[in-house]
Protein backbone atom coordinates (compact mmCIF):
# COMPACT_ATOMS: atom_id res chain seq x y z
CA UNK A 1 0.00 0.00 0.00
CA UNK A 2 2.90 2.05 0.48
CA UNK A 3 4.71 1.72 -2.00
CA UNK A 4 1.26 2.53 -4.36
CA UNK A 5 1.38 5.53 -2.21
CA UNK A 6 5.06 6.20 -3.29
CA UNK A 7 4.63 5.48 -7.28
CA UNK A 8 1.35 7.64 -6.83
CA UNK A 9 3.33 10.82 -5.78
CA UNK A 10 6.10 10.70 -8.15
CA UNK A 11 3.53 9.95 -11.04
CA UNK A 12 1.86 13.10 -10.02
CA UNK A 13 5.33 14.84 -9.56
CA UNK A 14 6.28 14.15 -12.95
CA UNK A 15 3.41 14.89 -14.48
CA UNK A 16 3.36 18.99 -12.40
CA UNK A 17 7.66 19.04 -13.83
CA UNK A 18 6.59 18.15 -17.05
CA UNK A 19 3.30 20.90 -17.60
CA UNK A 20 5.81 23.37 -15.76
CA UNK A 21 8.17 22.77 -18.80
CA UNK A 22 5.56 22.57 -21.17
CA UNK A 23 4.28 26.36 -19.92
CA UNK A 24 7.23 27.62 -19.60
CA UNK A 25 8.52 30.58 -22.00
CA UNK A 26 11.02 28.80 -25.04
CA UNK A 27 14.68 30.12 -24.61
CA UNK A 28 16.79 31.52 -27.24
CA UNK A 29 20.49 31.99 -27.13
CA UNK A 30 22.38 34.70 -29.34
CA UNK A 31 25.75 34.87 -29.76
CA UNK A 32 27.83 37.62 -31.93
CA UNK A 33 31.22 36.94 -33.61
CA UNK A 34 32.89 39.32 -35.05
CA UNK A 35 36.56 38.92 -36.59
CA UNK A 36 39.10 36.18 -37.36
CA UNK A 37 37.74 32.33 -36.77
CA UNK A 38 40.56 31.38 -34.99
CA UNK A 39 40.68 28.74 -31.34
CA UNK A 40 39.46 31.84 -29.50
CA UNK A 41 36.59 32.10 -31.36
CA UNK A 42 36.33 28.47 -31.66
CA UNK A 43 36.15 27.99 -28.55
CA UNK A 44 33.61 30.54 -27.51
CA UNK A 45 30.99 29.06 -30.19
CA UNK A 46 31.37 25.50 -28.96
CA UNK A 47 31.38 26.29 -25.27
CA UNK A 48 27.63 28.75 -26.29
CA UNK A 49 26.19 25.75 -28.40
CA UNK A 50 27.18 23.56 -24.83
CA UNK A 51 25.80 26.02 -22.65
CA UNK A 52 22.29 26.26 -25.12
CA UNK A 53 22.40 22.86 -24.76
CA UNK A 54 22.47 22.28 -21.17
CA UNK A 55 19.38 25.59 -20.78
CA UNK A 56 17.17 23.01 -23.28
CA UNK A 57 17.10 26.13 -25.44
CA UNK A 58 14.98 26.01 -28.44
CA UNK A 59 17.53 27.91 -30.52
CA UNK A 60 20.79 29.67 -30.70
CA UNK A 61 21.22 32.35 -33.18
CA UNK A 62 25.02 33.77 -34.23
CA UNK A 63 25.28 36.96 -35.25
CA UNK A 64 28.87 36.19 -37.98
CA UNK A 65 30.69 38.67 -39.35
CA UNK A 66 34.12 36.88 -40.56
CA UNK A 67 36.70 37.93 -43.42
CA UNK A 68 37.26 34.00 -42.74
CA UNK A 69 40.01 31.73 -40.69
CA UNK A 70 41.33 28.98 -39.85
CA UNK A 71 40.47 25.56 -41.82
CA UNK A 72 41.14 23.48 -38.20
CA UNK A 73 39.14 25.98 -35.91
CA UNK A 74 36.03 25.94 -38.51
CA UNK A 75 35.55 21.69 -38.79
CA UNK A 76 36.11 21.96 -34.90
CA UNK A 77 32.62 24.87 -34.79
CA UNK A 78 30.59 23.21 -37.67
CA UNK A 79 31.13 19.32 -35.33
CA UNK A 80 29.63 21.19 -32.85
CA UNK A 81 26.65 22.29 -34.94
CA UNK A 82 25.96 19.15 -36.34
CA UNK A 83 26.28 17.37 -32.74
CA UNK A 84 24.05 20.34 -31.36
CA UNK A 85 20.78 19.08 -29.34
CA UNK A 86 19.63 22.81 -30.00
CA UNK A 87 18.94 23.97 -34.02
CA UNK A 88 21.91 25.95 -34.97
CA UNK A 89 21.08 29.61 -36.57
CA UNK A 90 24.10 31.35 -38.35
CA UNK A 91 22.53 35.02 -39.33
CA UNK A 92 25.31 37.11 -41.40
CA UNK A 93 24.40 40.65 -40.72
CA UNK A 94 23.99 43.21 -40.20
CA UNK A 95 23.88 45.36 -43.38
CA UNK A 96 27.65 45.43 -44.84
CA UNK A 97 28.72 42.62 -43.58
CA UNK A 98 29.77 39.40 -44.53
CA UNK A 99 30.94 35.94 -43.93
CA UNK A 100 33.64 34.99 -46.36
CA UNK A 101 36.09 31.51 -46.65
CA UNK A 102 35.39 30.08 -42.69
CA UNK A 103 32.55 31.90 -42.48
CA UNK A 104 30.39 30.68 -45.68
CA UNK A 105 31.68 27.22 -44.63
CA UNK A 106 30.07 27.57 -40.63
CA UNK A 107 27.09 29.60 -42.45
CA UNK A 108 26.42 26.26 -45.00
CA UNK A 109 27.09 23.88 -41.74
CA UNK A 110 23.93 25.74 -39.88
CA UNK A 111 20.01 24.25 -39.41
CA UNK A 112 19.15 27.82 -40.32
CA UNK A 113 21.29 29.81 -42.81
CA UNK A 114 19.83 33.46 -43.06
CA UNK A 115 21.64 36.57 -44.17
CA UNK A 116 20.33 40.32 -43.78
CA UNK A 117 20.04 42.38 -47.22
CA UNK A 118 23.57 43.99 -48.04
CA UNK A 119 25.31 41.11 -47.15
CA UNK A 120 26.96 38.79 -48.80
CA UNK A 121 28.69 35.21 -48.70
CA UNK A 122 31.77 32.85 -50.62
CA UNK A 123 35.26 33.41 -51.29
CA UNK A 124 36.09 30.20 -49.87
CA UNK A 125 38.96 28.96 -51.62
CA UNK A 126 42.09 27.43 -49.07
CA UNK A 127 44.93 29.08 -48.63
CA UNK A 128 47.97 27.98 -46.51
CA UNK A 129 47.41 28.30 -42.78
CA UNK A 130 51.22 29.45 -42.51
CA UNK A 131 51.24 31.78 -45.14
CA UNK A 132 53.43 29.87 -47.41
CA UNK A 133 53.55 29.10 -51.20
CA UNK A 134 52.33 25.70 -52.26
CA UNK A 135 52.56 24.15 -55.58
CA UNK A 136 50.12 23.50 -58.29
CA UNK A 137 49.40 19.91 -57.47
CA UNK A 138 49.10 20.43 -53.09
CA UNK A 139 46.41 23.57 -53.79
CA UNK A 140 44.23 21.39 -56.07
CA UNK A 141 44.44 18.54 -53.40
CA UNK A 142 43.34 21.72 -50.94
CA UNK A 143 40.85 22.67 -52.84
CA UNK A 144 39.50 19.42 -53.64
CA UNK A 145 39.53 18.44 -50.68
CA UNK A 146 37.67 21.27 -49.12
CA UNK A 147 35.30 21.45 -51.58
CA UNK A 148 33.97 18.16 -50.75
CA UNK A 149 33.91 18.67 -47.10
CA UNK A 150 31.64 22.01 -47.70
CA UNK A 151 29.10 19.22 -50.02
CA UNK A 152 29.21 16.95 -47.07
CA UNK A 153 27.86 20.13 -44.92
CA UNK A 154 25.43 21.09 -47.86
CA UNK A 155 23.71 18.10 -48.83
CA UNK A 156 22.18 17.32 -46.15
CA UNK A 157 20.53 20.51 -45.70
CA UNK A 158 19.33 20.02 -48.98
CA UNK A 159 21.64 23.37 -49.78
CA UNK A 160 22.61 24.19 -53.33
CA UNK A 161 25.70 21.58 -53.87
CA UNK A 162 26.99 23.42 -57.16
CA UNK A 163 27.45 27.03 -55.59
CA UNK A 164 28.87 25.86 -52.27
CA UNK A 165 31.36 23.64 -54.50
CA UNK A 166 31.82 27.14 -56.85
CA UNK A 167 32.81 28.90 -53.97
CA UNK A 168 35.47 26.42 -52.73
CA UNK A 169 37.06 25.90 -56.30
CA UNK A 170 36.56 29.73 -58.05
CA UNK A 171 35.93 31.92 -54.71
CA UNK A 172 32.55 32.40 -56.09
CA UNK A 173 30.68 35.22 -53.50
CA UNK A 174 27.07 35.59 -53.40
CA UNK A 175 24.87 38.30 -52.38
CA UNK A 176 21.79 37.39 -50.04
CA UNK A 177 19.13 37.85 -53.24
CA UNK A 178 21.67 35.28 -55.31
CA UNK A 179 21.92 33.02 -52.31
CA UNK A 180 18.16 32.76 -51.73
CA UNK A 181 16.81 32.77 -55.43
CA UNK A 182 19.02 29.53 -56.34
CA UNK A 183 17.62 26.70 -56.88
CA UNK A 184 17.97 24.95 -54.92
CA UNK A 185 18.31 28.00 -52.67
CA UNK A 186 21.77 28.19 -50.96
CA UNK A 187 20.33 29.94 -47.35
CA UNK A 188 17.34 29.23 -46.05
CA UNK A 189 15.91 32.92 -45.23
CA UNK A 190 16.37 36.79 -45.61
CA UNK A 191 16.13 39.03 -42.61
CA UNK A 192 16.94 42.65 -40.95
CA UNK A 193 18.13 41.60 -37.52
CA UNK A 194 18.17 38.84 -35.10
CA UNK A 195 14.25 39.85 -34.01
CA UNK A 196 13.45 39.70 -37.46
CA UNK A 197 14.84 36.44 -38.03
CA UNK A 198 13.43 35.31 -34.49
CA UNK A 199 9.62 36.22 -35.96
CA UNK A 200 10.13 34.47 -39.27
CA UNK A 201 11.36 31.23 -37.69
CA UNK A 202 8.83 30.60 -35.66
CA UNK A 203 6.51 27.80 -36.38
CA UNK A 204 9.12 27.21 -39.22
CA UNK A 205 9.56 23.31 -39.53
CA UNK A 206 13.79 23.21 -40.17
CA UNK A 207 15.62 19.96 -41.21
CA UNK A 208 18.38 18.74 -38.72
CA UNK A 209 21.49 17.46 -40.39
CA UNK A 210 20.23 13.80 -39.26
CA UNK A 211 17.61 13.65 -41.41
CA UNK A 212 14.97 14.51 -38.65
CA UNK A 213 12.60 17.67 -38.51
CA UNK A 214 11.71 20.00 -36.07
CA UNK A 215 9.35 22.26 -35.64
CA UNK A 216 10.42 25.63 -33.98
CA UNK A 217 8.04 27.21 -31.29
CA UNK A 218 9.29 30.71 -30.17
CA UNK A 219 6.46 32.61 -29.40
CA UNK A 220 6.93 35.10 -26.62
CA UNK A 221 10.71 33.33 -26.20
CA UNK A 222 13.42 34.06 -22.99
CA UNK A 223 15.67 35.81 -25.60
CA UNK A 224 19.16 35.61 -24.08
CA UNK A 225 22.43 37.05 -25.03
CA UNK A 226 26.49 35.01 -24.53
CA UNK A 227 29.00 37.07 -24.32
CA UNK A 228 32.73 36.26 -24.38
CA UNK A 229 34.47 35.90 -20.56
CA UNK A 230 37.31 38.78 -20.24
CA UNK A 231 39.74 36.14 -21.08
CA UNK A 232 38.50 35.29 -24.70
CA UNK A 233 37.93 39.03 -25.10
CA UNK A 234 41.66 39.50 -24.48
CA UNK A 235 42.84 36.72 -26.58
CA UNK A 236 40.57 37.54 -28.97
CA UNK A 237 41.94 41.15 -29.10
CA UNK A 238 45.59 39.51 -29.48
CA UNK A 239 45.15 37.61 -32.26
CA UNK A 240 44.63 40.29 -34.54
CA UNK A 241 47.60 40.88 -36.78
CA UNK A 242 48.15 44.59 -36.08
CA UNK A 243 48.19 44.02 -32.39
CA UNK A 244 50.04 40.53 -33.23
CA UNK A 245 52.67 42.67 -34.75
CA UNK A 246 52.78 45.84 -31.99
CA UNK A 247 53.49 43.00 -29.37
CA UNK A 248 56.02 41.40 -31.95
CA UNK A 249 57.94 44.74 -32.14
CA UNK A 250 57.83 46.08 -28.80
CA UNK A 251 58.73 42.79 -27.31
CA UNK A 252 61.88 42.74 -28.89
CA UNK A 253 62.37 45.93 -28.47
CA UNK A 254 62.07 45.78 -24.26
CA UNK A 255 64.30 42.49 -24.66
CA UNK A 256 67.25 44.55 -26.26
CA UNK A 257 66.98 47.36 -23.75
CA UNK A 258 67.27 45.21 -21.21
CA UNK A 259 70.27 43.29 -22.87
CA UNK A 260 72.15 46.71 -22.78
CA UNK A 261 71.19 47.52 -19.46
CA UNK A 262 71.40 44.38 -17.28
CA UNK A 263 69.26 44.54 -13.86
CA UNK A 264 66.52 47.24 -15.55
CA UNK A 265 63.93 44.58 -14.90
CA UNK A 266 60.60 45.95 -16.21
CA UNK A 267 61.96 46.32 -20.20
CA UNK A 268 63.26 42.63 -19.85
CA UNK A 269 59.77 41.36 -17.79
CA UNK A 270 57.60 43.78 -20.13
CA UNK A 271 59.27 42.85 -23.44
CA UNK A 272 58.67 39.42 -22.59
CA UNK A 273 55.07 39.10 -21.71
CA UNK A 274 54.84 40.86 -25.19
CA UNK A 275 56.85 38.32 -27.09
CA UNK A 276 55.11 35.32 -25.38
CA UNK A 277 51.66 36.71 -26.58
CA UNK A 278 52.35 37.70 -30.10
CA UNK A 279 53.55 34.36 -30.32
CA UNK A 280 50.61 33.08 -29.25
CA UNK A 281 48.20 34.99 -31.98
CA UNK A 282 51.08 34.22 -34.57
CA UNK A 283 50.57 30.69 -33.80
CA UNK A 284 46.92 31.51 -35.31
CA UNK A 285 47.62 33.68 -38.16
CA UNK A 286 49.05 32.73 -41.68
CA UNK A 287 52.92 34.17 -40.56
CA UNK A 288 55.42 34.53 -43.34
CA UNK A 289 58.41 33.32 -41.85
CA UNK A 290 60.76 35.20 -43.94
CA UNK A 291 58.81 38.75 -42.81
CA UNK A 292 59.60 37.31 -39.15
CA UNK A 293 63.39 36.62 -39.84
CA UNK A 294 63.59 39.88 -41.73
CA UNK A 295 62.51 41.73 -38.40
CA UNK A 296 64.95 39.88 -36.10
CA UNK A 297 67.56 40.82 -38.53
CA UNK A 298 66.43 45.02 -38.75
CA UNK A 299 67.00 45.28 -34.85
CA UNK A 300 70.21 43.52 -35.05
CA UNK A 301 71.76 45.76 -37.70
CA UNK A 302 70.68 48.72 -36.37
CA UNK A 303 72.35 47.25 -33.09
CA UNK A 304 75.55 46.63 -35.13
CA UNK A 305 75.09 50.17 -36.49
CA UNK A 306 76.68 51.80 -33.38
CA UNK A 307 79.04 49.72 -32.94
CA UNK A 308 80.87 48.85 -36.21
CA UNK A 309 82.00 51.56 -38.50
CA UNK A 310 80.21 51.34 -41.74
CA UNK A 311 79.35 54.52 -42.61
CA UNK A 312 75.12 53.99 -42.19
CA UNK A 313 75.16 51.19 -44.30
CA UNK A 314 74.16 49.02 -41.43
CA UNK A 315 71.41 51.24 -40.36
CA UNK A 316 70.13 51.69 -43.67
CA UNK A 317 70.00 48.18 -43.96
CA UNK A 318 68.21 47.68 -40.41
CA UNK A 319 65.66 50.07 -41.19
CA UNK A 320 64.83 48.22 -44.74
CA UNK A 321 64.53 44.83 -43.08
CA UNK A 322 62.42 46.31 -40.96
CA UNK A 323 60.08 47.61 -42.76
CA UNK A 324 60.06 45.01 -45.42
CA UNK A 325 59.71 42.38 -42.43
CA UNK A 326 56.63 44.32 -41.55
CA UNK A 327 55.33 44.36 -44.89
CA UNK A 328 55.56 40.04 -45.54
CA UNK A 329 54.70 39.59 -41.92
CA UNK A 330 51.46 38.16 -42.34
CA UNK A 331 50.39 36.69 -46.03
CA UNK A 332 47.11 36.60 -46.39
CA UNK A 333 44.85 37.88 -49.37
CA UNK A 334 42.57 39.10 -47.16
CA UNK A 335 42.56 43.31 -46.54
CA UNK A 336 41.65 42.43 -42.59
CA UNK A 337 44.77 40.26 -42.46
CA UNK A 338 47.14 42.88 -43.26
CA UNK A 339 49.14 45.24 -41.74
CA UNK A 340 48.64 48.55 -43.04
CA UNK A 341 51.53 50.96 -44.24
CA UNK A 342 49.82 53.53 -41.70
CA UNK A 343 51.13 51.46 -38.82
CA UNK A 344 53.97 50.30 -40.27
CA UNK A 345 55.88 53.46 -41.62
CA UNK A 346 55.02 55.10 -37.73
CA UNK A 347 56.50 51.85 -36.21
CA UNK A 348 59.60 51.41 -38.23
CA UNK A 349 60.70 54.90 -38.01
CA UNK A 350 59.86 55.10 -34.27
CA UNK A 351 61.77 52.03 -33.47
CA UNK A 352 64.57 53.02 -35.22
CA UNK A 353 64.94 56.24 -34.24
CA UNK A 354 64.65 55.15 -30.10
CA UNK A 355 67.36 52.10 -30.81
CA UNK A 356 69.65 54.33 -32.45
CA UNK A 357 69.51 57.27 -29.84
CA UNK A 358 69.54 53.91 -26.96
CA UNK A 359 72.42 52.52 -28.44
CA UNK A 360 74.34 56.37 -28.92
CA UNK A 361 73.68 57.33 -25.36
CA UNK A 362 75.16 53.71 -24.47
CA UNK A 363 78.02 54.34 -26.03
CA UNK A 364 78.21 58.18 -24.98
CA UNK A 365 78.68 56.42 -21.25
CA UNK A 366 81.13 54.00 -22.23
CA UNK A 367 83.49 56.99 -23.33
CA UNK A 368 82.94 59.06 -20.11
CA UNK A 369 85.33 58.99 -17.11
CA UNK A 370 85.06 57.21 -13.98
CA UNK A 371 82.90 58.78 -11.14
CA UNK A 372 83.86 56.06 -8.45
CA UNK A 373 87.00 54.96 -7.10
CA UNK A 374 90.23 56.40 -7.52
CA UNK A 375 90.21 57.57 -10.94
CA UNK A 376 86.88 59.45 -10.13
CA UNK A 377 88.79 61.72 -7.37
CA UNK A 378 90.93 63.11 -10.13
CA UNK A 379 90.53 66.27 -10.96
CA UNK A 380 87.90 66.72 -8.26
CA UNK A 381 86.77 70.04 -6.53
CA UNK A 382 87.64 70.12 -2.80
CA UNK A 383 88.53 73.12 -0.11
CA UNK A 384 91.15 73.32 1.67
CA UNK A 385 90.02 72.75 5.83
CA UNK A 386 93.46 73.69 7.41
CA UNK A 387 96.85 74.99 6.45
CA UNK A 388 98.87 73.08 4.27
CA UNK A 389 102.76 73.61 4.29
CA UNK A 390 104.66 72.65 0.95
CA UNK A 391 105.02 68.92 2.23
CA UNK A 392 103.49 68.85 4.80
CA UNK A 393 99.77 67.65 5.19
CA UNK A 394 96.47 69.06 6.23
CA UNK A 395 92.58 68.04 5.47
CA UNK A 396 90.93 69.25 2.61
CA UNK A 397 86.90 68.82 1.67
CA UNK A 398 86.27 66.66 -1.23
CA UNK A 399 83.18 64.65 -2.76
CA UNK A 400 81.39 65.04 0.30
CA UNK A 401 84.02 63.98 2.40
CA UNK A 402 86.86 65.25 4.63
CA UNK A 403 90.28 63.63 3.44
CA UNK A 404 94.02 64.43 4.74
CA UNK A 405 95.91 65.73 1.75
CA UNK A 406 98.97 67.00 0.74
CA UNK A 407 100.67 70.10 -1.64
CA UNK A 408 103.55 71.06 -3.01
CA UNK A 409 102.70 74.85 -2.39
CA UNK A 410 101.69 76.78 0.61
CA UNK A 411 97.37 76.44 0.94
CA UNK A 412 95.71 78.41 3.46
CA UNK A 413 92.79 77.38 5.18
CA UNK A 414 89.41 78.04 3.09
CA UNK A 415 91.39 77.67 -0.34
CA UNK A 416 89.62 75.68 -3.47
CA UNK A 417 91.82 73.00 -4.21
CA UNK A 418 91.83 70.71 -6.72
CA UNK A 419 92.74 66.67 -6.44
CA UNK A 420 95.74 65.83 -8.65
CA UNK A 421 96.69 62.65 -7.45
CA UNK A 422 95.66 59.79 -5.05
CA UNK A 423 98.12 58.02 -2.63
CA UNK A 424 95.68 55.45 -0.19
CA UNK A 425 93.93 57.71 2.04
CA UNK A 426 96.30 60.39 1.25
CA UNK A 427 95.48 63.70 -1.49
CA UNK A 428 97.58 65.43 -3.66
CA UNK A 429 96.06 68.40 -4.07
CA UNK A 430 97.23 71.97 -5.74
CA UNK A 431 95.06 75.09 -5.11
CA UNK A 432 92.43 75.87 -7.63
CA UNK A 433 93.31 78.49 -10.25
Not at 255 to 279: D, N
Request: with cysteine.
Amino acid sequence: MRTKRLLTAAGLLAALISVSAADRNPIIETATVDGIIHPVSSEFMRSAIARADADGAALIVFTLHTPGGLLDSTRDINNAILAAKTPVAVFVGPAGYRAASAGFLITIAADVAAMAPGTHIGAAHPVSGNGEKVDEVMAKKMASDTAAYARTLAAPRGRNVAFVEQAVTDSRSFTEQEALAATPPLIDIIASDVPDLIKKLDGRTIKRFDGSSITLKLTNADVRNIEMTWSERILNAIAHPQIAYLLLTLGTLGLTIELWSPGAVAPGVVGGICLLLAFFALQVLPVNYAGLLLIMLGFVLLILEVKVISHGLLGVGGVASLFFGSMMLIDSPLPELQIGLRLILPMVVTLSALLLFLATLGLRAQKQASVTGESGMLHAPGQALTAIDPGGVGRVATHGEIWSARAEESIHAGDPVVVVAVNGLTLTVKRAA
